[in-house]
């Protein structure tokens, strides 16, 4: 799992060109070692130093899943 900053655009087309401007520039990143030591680091550290930890790092994200189709039905919610 890795935490990766996204925009937030009105159009999907352009929204798909900036998330592969982002993957692309991961590639050749350090950012994803940096997350791979800091788990490993903080499985070393007292349960409540490591929380504290992920909570700071945590605050402001969201969850997705990508390479996951969407529903065959929209979903309704508060019918919606």
Not at 2 to 24: G, N, Q, S
């Amino acid at each position: 799992m890795m935490m990766i900053t996204l925009d937030l655009t009105e159009d999907f087309h352009e929204a798909l060109k900036l998330v592969k401007k982002r993957m692309d520039a991961l590639k050749n990143s350090i950012e994803p070692y940096g997350m791979h030591y800091f788990i490993k680091i903080s499985l070393y550290l007292p349960s409540i130093l490591a929380k504290v930890a992920s909570n700071y790092l945590c605050d402001k994200m969201s969850l997705v899943f990508s390479n996951v189709p969407g529903p065959r039905t929209p979903y309704k919610i508060q019918g919606k």
